[in-house]
C-alpha cells in the first residue's frame, strides 16, 4: 500500500504534468495564465511534501516562495498585463490544437524514454519526479515556439521554469535555499522586465503579435 505521502506527491505531480498538457491545448489566454497559476501551485506543494518525505527543512521555505512568487504575484502581474495592454484573450498558434496535443504526448513520451531508466540509479528517491519535470520543460519549449504573442511565449517561459525547479527537487531537493532564494529574485525581474518589454511593445507597435514583429525586422 502506497503511503499517503507518496500518493499526495505522486498526485501533484499529476497536476503538474496535466497543467502543461492542457497549456498546449487551450485556446484562451487567460485561462492559460490560470494554468499556469494551478501548475506553480502545484510545484510549490511538491517541494513542501519532499521537505517532509526526506527531511529537507530548507525546502519548506522553497515551496512557500513559490507558491508566494509563481502561483500569486507572476499571475496576477499576467492578468494585469493583459487587461491593460488589451491583449487578446484568443491565442493564435502556429500549429492545430491537435498536434499541440501529440507534440505534449511526445514530450512527456521522450522523457520518459530518455530519462525514465536513470532515475533507478540515482540515489535520491525523489528522483522519480525527473521525468515530469522534463516533460514540462519540453512542453513549455513546445509553447514558446508555436505560439504567435509574445505574451503567450512568456508564459512558455515560466512554464519551463516550472520545470527546472521541479528537476532541482527531484536530483538535490532544491540545490540549497540560498540558490533557490537567487532563482526567485531572477525570476520576479525577468517578470518586470517583461512587463516593460510588452509595455515598449505595444506603445511603440501597437502590437504584441510576433508575425507582425518579424514583418518589421530589416
Not at 27 to 44: D, F, M, T
Not at 46 to 63: E, F, K, R, W
Not at 137 to 159: E, I, P
Request: hydrophobic residues 60%; charged residues 10%.
Amino acid at each position: 500500500m502506497v503511503a499517503p505521502g507518496l500518493l499526495a506527491l505522486e498526485l501533484t505531480a499529476a497536476v503538474v504534468l496535466v497543467s502543461a498538457w492542457l497549456s498546449l491545448v487551450h485556446r484562451r489566454l487567460e485561462a492559460i495564465i490560470n494554468l499556469y497559476l494551478v501548475q506553480s501551485a502545484a510545484v510549490g506543494l511538491i517541494a513542501i511534501l519532499v521537505a517532509y518525505l526526506y527531511s529537507a527543512p530548507d525546502l519548506y521555505l522553497t515551496g512557500l516562495l513559490v507558491l508566494g512568487l509563481n502561483a500569486i504575484i507572476f499571475p496576477w502581474i499576467l492578468h494585469r498585463i493583459q487587461r491593460e495592454i488589451r491583449v487578446p484573450n484568443e491565442i493564435r498558434m502556429f500549429v492545430s490544437v491537435r498536434l499541440s496535443a501529440l507534440a505534449g504526448l511526445g514530450c512527456l513520451l521522450l522523457a520518459v524514454a530518455v530519462v525514465g531508466p536513470l532515475t533507478p540509479l540515482a540515489e535520491i528517491p525523489a528522483a522519480g519526479l525527473l521525468p515530469i519535470s522534463v516533460a514540462v520543460v519540453l512542453m513549455g519549449l513546445f509553447m514558446v515556439s508555436t505560439r504567435r504573442k509574445a505574451f503567450t511565449q512568456v508564459v512558455g517561459m515560466l512554464v519551463m521554469e516550472n520545470g527546472v525547479f521541479l528537476a532541482g527537487v527531484a536530483l538535490t531537493y532544491g540545490l540549497g535555499i540560498f540558490l533557490e532564494l537567487g532563482v526567485a529574485a531572477n525570476l520576479l525581474i525577468l517578470a518586470i522586465v517583461s512587463r516593460i518589454f510588452l509595455y515598449r511593445m505595444n506603445d511603440t507597435f501597437d502590437t504584441v503579435d510576433a508575425d507582425v514583429l518579424r514583418s518589421l525586422e530589416g
